[in-house]
């Protein structure tokens, strides 16, 4: 095992504690020696831990995610134009969104390298999660968050499991530089955002999950993008399961951002290079990112996979989010219904399988659908006050 840069292509010594290129600064990938990819031959059991072979560490410290539910939405596919539209619902993961599947791992890294702590700015999720599988190992957790925009649900993930939580008076932009330079002076403090690239090895069983359950890999996989970590993870285990020779073609990677927050979508219309954006806002909460870390890795994986990426509008996501919810009974976070919204405004014409990661639970911001249209009135407790309602 060794770390690898995508942007300078240096390699460098297999090290749980190195989370950017000392040569160029750019977050570093996991890579596998040809020998280690020969040998992951048998996958065994279920979930994330099904696919230890391809995983950078053995003792599990789990919860038991991964194995998320693949739904067939064929009313909602109607709808947008798919005739194979799959749902990968990854608000069943233990915490309820797809960061369970990185954190299993992470946390496993950081018990085995000997970290008192553990530490993570946040949108939400990873806080939820990190809190949750720190909890389960016995170590602190420390998350920063971004004040008055993290959703209720999340936030009292972490307060319950414990954690010691900053909340910052500023952006998750602003709270994931604070982070790194933490994590840079204390040593004995792990870092599990998306910049660790071990933790992005759990996160790339999502794909092959896919692979297996459908037989054959998606057409496209459409998902949200943020902080870029998910994005880079997913292509990654792809291409794994591609030179493993497990399937024989690639899916298109298709990322979607709020038209307030989205700076990858900018720099592929533009150069190439990030511009960050310096207040990103949306009601996708998990997705409100200015300067995503990884973003030097989702372009490539957007372009090597000639995929795209596109925004929607906060309107566009609340109402994909009750769309999905009323056509095939799932309740998903706003940010996990942008790849319904893009499809529903971008009216794609793909054959195949086409998977829209849903990547977090509704529950976690039920403030969200507090305006959707409903059918609600306060009645007085008597039958024909029910009946004027139903008939109404
Ligand atoms: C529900 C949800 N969707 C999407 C994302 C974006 O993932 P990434 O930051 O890996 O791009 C996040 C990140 O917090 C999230 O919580
Ligand atoms: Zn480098």
Same mark, same amino acid.
């Given at each position: 095992?060794?770390?690898?840069?995508?942007?300078?292509?240096?390699?460098?010594?297999?090290?749980?504690?190195?989370?950017?290129?000392?040569?160029?600064?750019?977050?570093?990938?996991?890579?596998?020696?040809?020998?280690?990819?020969?040998?992951?031959?048998?996958?065994?059991?279920?979930?994330?831990?099904?696919?230890?072979?391809?995983?950078?560490?053995?003792?599990?410290?789990?919860?038991?995610?991964?194995?998320?539910?693949?739904?067939? !939405? /064929?009313? =909602? @596919?109607?709808?947008?134009?798919?005739?194979? #539209?799959? &749902?990968? %619902?990854? *608000?069943?993961?233990?915490?309820?969104?797809?960061?369970?599947?990185?954190?299993?791992?992470?946390?496993?890294?950081?018990?085995?390298?000997?970290?008192?702590?553990?530490?993570?700015?946040?949108?939400?999720?990873?806080?939820?999660?990190?809190?949750?599988?720190?909890?389960?190992?016995?170590?602190?957790?420390?998350?920063?968050?971004?004040?008055?925009?993290?959703?209720?649900?999340?936030?009292?993930?972490?307060?319950?499991?414990?954690?010691?939580?900053?909340?910052?008076?500023?952006?998750?932009?602003?709270?994931?530089?604070?982070?790194?330079?933490?994590?840079?002076?204390?040593?004995?403090?792990?870092?599990?955002?998306?910049?660790?690239?071990?933790?992005?090895?759990?996160?790339?069983?999502?794909?092959?999950?896919? !692979? /297996?359950? =459908? @037989?054959?890999?998606?057409?496209?996989?459409? #998902?949200? &993008?943020? %902080?870029? *970590?998910?994005?880079?993870?997913?292509?990654?285990?792809?291409?794994?399961?591609?030179?493993?020779?497990?399937?024989?073609?690639?899916?298109?990677?298709?990322?979607?951002?709020?038209?307030?927050?989205?700076?990858?979508?900018?720099?592929?219309?533009?150069?190439?290079?990030?511009?960050?954006?310096?207040?990103?806002?949306?009601?996708?909460?998990?997705?409100?990112?200015?300067?995503?870390?990884?973003?030097?890795?989702?372009?490539?994986?957007?372009?090597?996979?000639?995929?795209?990426?596109?925004?929607?509008?906060?309107?566009?996501?609340?109402?994909?989010?009750?769309?999905?919810?009323?056509?095939?009974?799932?309740?998903?976070?706003?940010?996990?219904?942008?790849?319904?919204?893009?499809?529903?405004?971008?009216?794609?014409?793909?054959?195949?399988?086409?998977?829209?990661?849903?990547?977090?639970?509704?529950?976690?911001?039920?403030?969200?659908?507090?305006?959707?249209?409903?059918?609600?009135?306060?009645?007085?407790?008597?039958?024909?006050?029910?009946?004027?309602?139903?008939?109404?």
């Amino acid at each position: 095992m060794l770390l690898r840069c995508p942007a300078c292509e240096a390699t460098h010594p297999h090290d749980p504690m190195l989370y950017a290129c000392p040569r160029c600064g750019a977050p570093l990938e996991v890579g596998y020696s040809e020998e280690e990819m020969r040998r992951a031959t048998a996958f065994e059991g279920r979930g994330v831990w099904r696919y230890r072979p391809l995983l950078p560490v053995d003792r599990a410290v789990t919860l038991g995610e991964g194995d998320t539910g693949l739904h067939v !939405c /064929e009313r =909602l @596919g109607r709808e947008l134009g798919i005739p194979r #539209l799959y &749902v990968k %619902n990854e *608000g069943e993961n233990p915490t309820g969104s797809f960061k369970d599947r990185g954190m299993t791992v992470g946390i496993a890294l950081a018990a085995a390298v000997g970290a008192r702590a553990v530490a993570c700015a946040s949108t939400g999720n990873t806080s939820a999660s990190m809190s949750a599988y720190a909890a389960r190992a016995g170590l602190k957790a420390l998350v920063l968050v971004p004040a008055d925009k993290v959703a209720a649900g999340k936030l009292s993930q972490a307060l319950v499991h414990g954690a010691v939580i900053a909340e910052i008076e500023g952006s998750f932009d602003d709270a994931m530089r604070l982070v790194t330079e933490l994590a840079v002076c204390e040593r004995s403090v792990y870092l599990l955002n998306s910049l660790n690239p071990y933790r992005l090895e759990g996160q790339k069983t999502l794909a092959f999950e896919l !692979c /297996e359950t =459908l @037989g054959e890999p998606p057409e496209a996989v459409v #998902l949200p &993008v943020g %902080n870029a *970590g998910n994005i880079s993870a997913l292509w990654k285990g792809f291409r794994e399961f591609h030179s493993l020779g497990r399937i024989g073609r690639l899916p298109r990677m298709i990322g979607v951002q709020a038209e307030g927050a989205a700076p990858i979508v900018r720099a592929l219309r533009g150069h190439g290079d990030l511009e960050p954006v310096p207040r990103p806002e949306t009601v996708a909460t998990a997705i409100r990112i200015g300067a995503p870390v990884n973003w030097r890795k989702a372009i490539a994986a957007i372009r090597d996979s000639e995929g795209e990426a596109g925004t929607v509008t906060d309107r566009e996501i609340l109402d994909a989010q009750t769309l999905l919810a009323r056509l095939e009974g799932l309740f998903v976070e706003p940010a996990s219904a942008a790849p319904i919204a893009y499809l529903r405004r971008r009216r794609l014409e793909v054959p195949g399988p086409v998977v829209c990661v849903a990547t977090g639970n509704g529950l976690k911001d039920p403030d969200a659908v507090l305006g959707v249209p409903v059918l609600r009135e306060r009645i007085h407790p008597d039958l024909a006050a029910v009946r004027r309602l139903i008939g109404s």
